[in-house]
């Protein structure tokens, strides 16, 4: 199996999804940290790219503007408060990346969508 790392844009195959999950391939972002998992494991953490569409809260999302780094063609949203995990069997590999400012970010949104930047309630 191959490793994906952190901040790398995948394209995956959700096809099967089901009424409010993704049912089409799509690229997303892995947001896994790289040392957490080892290669062996059969799921990588991705949060999805897509347009400005129904699926965007913006408060929870952070905006690529197309770069020779990324590949983008246009503007799109990396979904945080979408982060799921996914077989590795449905990635497939892209040279494209996040910046690591944009990864970060990213991981912001991700504790903010789970509660992390909140304090803890008894």
Known sequence: MSKFRAGQIVVVDWRDGKKLEANKTRPAVVVEDD????????????AP????????IR?????LDPSTENGCTKRCYVAAHLVTATAVSRVRATPSRVTEAELRSIREKIAQTIGLDQPMRS
């Open 59 to 63: 408060a929870l999302s952070v905006p």
């Open 35 to 46: 040392e957490l998992f080892d290669d062996s494991w059969p799921a990588v953490l991705l």
């Open 49 to 56: 790219l897509t347009d400005e569409g129904p699926h965007v």
